[in-house]
Nanobody, 122 residues
Framework: QVQLVESGGGLVQAGGSLRLSCAAS????????MGWFRQAPGKEREFVAR????????DYADSVKGRFTISRDNAKNTVYLQMNSLKPEDTAVYYC???????????????WGKGTQVTVSS
C-alpha cells in the first residue's frame, strides 16, 4: 500500500518555475515506477512524465519536453516535478501516481494522490 501526497502547486506568471513534490508513505516506494499526470479544466487527465523505480529512465509528454524534469529521491520517499518556462496551457491539477509497470497508461497506476493545483497567468 502506498499513499501519495502532492505539494508545491500555486499561482505563477508565464515563464516562471515551480517544483512539485510527491511524498509517499510506505516502505515499498522504491519498488514503484512513478508518474505525473495533469487535468486541465474541461479536459481529460493526461500523462506528463514518468520515472523508473531507480531513476535510470525518464519519459515526457511532447508538450513538456525540455521544460519539465522528473526526478526522485528514494531515501526521502519523494518524487519531484521541476517545471520551468511555464505556459498558461500548463494550468491544471497535477497528480502523482505509482505503478508496478513502467507505463504511459493511467489504468496501470494503482495509487494516486489527490492532486495539487498549478495556475499559470499570462
Amino acid at each position: 500500500q502506498v499513499q501519495l501526497v502532492e505539494s508545491g502547486g500555486g499561482l505563477v506568471q508565464a515563464g516562471g518555475s515551480l517544483r512539485l513534490s510527491c511524498a509517499a508513505s510506505g516502505r515499498t516506494f522504491s519498488s514503484y515506477h512513478m508518474g505525473w499526470f495533469r487535468q486541465a479544466p474541461g479536459k481529460e487527465r493526461e500523462f506528463v512524465a514518468r520515472i523508473t523505480w531507480n531513476g535510470a529512465r525518464t519519459d515526457y509528454a511532447d508538450s513538456v519536453k525540455g521544460r519539465f524534469t522528473i526526478s526522485r529521491d528514494n531515501a526521502k520517499n519523494t518524487v519531484y516535478l521541476q517545471m520551468n518556462s511555464l505556459k498558461p496551457e500548463d494550468t491544471a491539477v497535477y497528480y502523482c501516481a505509482a505503478s508496478s509497470s513502467y507505463s504511459l497508461q493511467q489504468f496501470e497506476y494503482g495509487y494516486w494522490g489527490k492532486g495539487t493545483q498549478v495556475t499559470v497567468s499570462s
